[in-house]
């Protein structure tokens, strides 16, 4: 027993211990809150998202913080596992009534054309490094926000019916899976809070799993020094796809259980402004920090919601904390000031 | 006499019109220490760079046990057997150090991604043994006891020792060392070339080390090659070099 104890708390897995341990804690205290005392609806309505964009963020810094490459189109990756999610449970809602198995199947089906994406996206990014990537991943988020802004699908008797440039389908008495810019309507609300905390112990299943495998070290060791890798048969290429399209199956499925959340969904949701988000969690956890990016993203995430009261003043905190921050990190004599305060904190808490 | 293990035939290179390398042509033969001198500038990290194709060589040929590795890329060089460390110390700074010699062992025991993912006893078993060999190795290079921080945060010595283990680790015929007691004190330096010995006993290989330090190539290398201004200048044992009028000049100037 303490054998065990020890080796999950031994340095190399204390990082997978705390991430799981912390995962499931938050996830029964909320249930048993919600459950007992009663959650507002806003709360509630917040849980799905916040597991969404966690995964979101885990499978963003498998790119940036692992992977070492700036990528800004990762809301790309999370529209095609939506909208494929939601064509699935469209198309699946009478063959398959039971909600959890048509849930498992978008989600799955989403996932994997993710990863098709992410697969010939890699193709071309990757041979490139630095700015010129993040401007092509950036790009791609787009097109592909365009391309779904103008795609009519539907199914109907006749079978699938498909359309690009206006909506000219003749559906006899059948369903419209996505209307061009209008997106998806009236999607049946199959993910749930459970589901979520699932798929977000499976992310963390997998990126541990890289990272603390052959494939995870060739990949970090490829950031950390591109000729040193090549240098010991490190195949460069390979590893970078590799932890590319790992981080976009999981994006995905982030997206298709975050679309079937919700009843609408417009294309329009998976902008630039998405990506920056996901990424703006990412350097907040820390690069690489795993534990970081979960903390950072909900707390980032569940804020803005909290402090919707002082909506007004918004950008005028936002000015007053970017000139604070940028004061602390230049001048000398507040930063001193600020780390003698700290210490003295931590001092005294040691204390007691 | 036997086959050398690496032979380099007329090896040249250009950088636009300036030729950094001509005509060189050098052999490192079975368990021997060969030693490549040369005033600063000379070239001799560059024919370092041809030798695990980070440069492209603009003439000549590299046979590596009589293979020629001349058209490989450096993956591939590194997969045949040919493994270097740098002037300019590259580690992964932010893995720790045993992972810095366990990298180096990706391609000798392999699991697929398959294997990765579902933790099966084929991952296990293959993890197993990469922890085994590192160990091991970090033991001969003294650096067992830091294993678990990061490679940034270890002293100079112990970095350059690092770089060698993580070459060796790739489990190479060659070993090219690029200035190993660069940046050590003479101490340091006794203890690497009691090190570089033994590996070379102990892991049958042969190697081919730059070093200005003269007291270490003098004393541990059998053959030295003297480059200067990209040409070849002069060969032989540590003793004719020495006595060679043409290197004695290229050091120290008419």
Known sequence: ?352 | MSNPVLEVKNLGIDFGGLTAVNNLNLEVNEHEIVGLIGPNGAGKTTVFNMLTKVYNPSRGVIYLDGNDIAKMNTVEVNKAGVARTFQNIRLFGNLSVIDNVKTGMNNLYEYSILDMILHTSKRKKNEQLIEEKAEELLKIFNLYDSKDIPASSLPYGAQRRLEIARALATNPKVLLLDEPAAGMNPQETEELMKTIRFVRDKFGICILLIEHDMSLVMNICERIYVLNYGTLLAKGSPDEIKKDEKVIKAYLGD
């Not at chain 1, 997978?16 to 341990?21: A, D, E, P």
């Not at chain 1, 460069?236 to 994006?251: E, N, P, R, Y």
């Not at chain 1, 956890?285 to 534990?291: A, P, T």
């Open chain 1, 1 to 352: 027993m303490k054998n065990i104890f020890n080796n999950l708390f031994s340095k190399k897995n204390r990082s997978r211990t705390i991430s799981f341990l912390m995962v499931i804690v938050a996830y029964i205290l909320i249930e048993v809150i919600m459950n007992t005392v009663g959650m507002s609806r806003l709360f509630k309505s917040l849980l799905v998202p916040v597991c969404c964009y966690i995964i979101l963020g885990l499978s963003l810094n498998l790119v940036v913080g692992i992977s070492g490459e700036l990528s800004l189109g990762h809301a790309g990756f999370m529209a095609i596992g939506a909208f494929t999610a939601v064509c699935v449970s469209g198309f699946c809602a009478q063959s398959i009534p039971n909600d959890i198995l048509r849930l498992a199947l978008s989600v799955l089906c989403g996932s994997i054309v993710s990863g098709i994406f992410g697969f010939i996206i890699s193709v071309p990014v990757l041979k490139l490094s630095g700015d010129y990537l993040a401007i092509v991943t950036l790009a791609f988020g787009q097109i592909i926000k365009s391309l779904i802004n103008n795609v009519y699908l539907g199914f109907d008797s006749r079978g699938m019916q498909f359309s690009f440039v206006t909506n000219e389908l003749k559906l006899e008495g059948g369903k419209m899976l996505l209307s061009g810019p209008m997106g998806a309507t009236d999607t049946a609300k199959i993910s749930n809070f459970t589901s979520g905390f699932v798929l977000i112990l499976f992310t963390l299943y997998v990126i541990y799993s890289l990272i603390n495998s052959k494939y995870g070290r060739a990949i970090m060791a490829a950031r950390d020094n591109r000729i040193a890798a090549e240098s010991i048969g490190v195949d460069i290429s390979k590893t970078k796809t590799l932890a590319f399209v790992i981080s976009s199956v999981l994006a995905g499925m982030a997206g298709a259980l975050y679309a079937l959340n919700y009843s609408t969904l417009q294309p329009a949701k998976f902008d630039f402004n998405t990506s920056i988000l996901i990424l703006v969690y990412v350097v907040f956890g820390g690069l690489g920090n795993i534990n970081g990016t979960i903390i950072a993203t909900t707390v980032l995430y569940i804020l803005p919601e909290l402090l919707r009261s002082l909506q007004d003043y918004r950008m005028l905190m936002y000015a007053i904390v970017l000139i604070v921050v940028m004061q602390i990190t230049n001048s000398a004599t507040l930063k001193q000031t600020l780390e003698k305060t700290t210490k003295r904190f931590f001092k005294k808490g040691e204390a007691q």
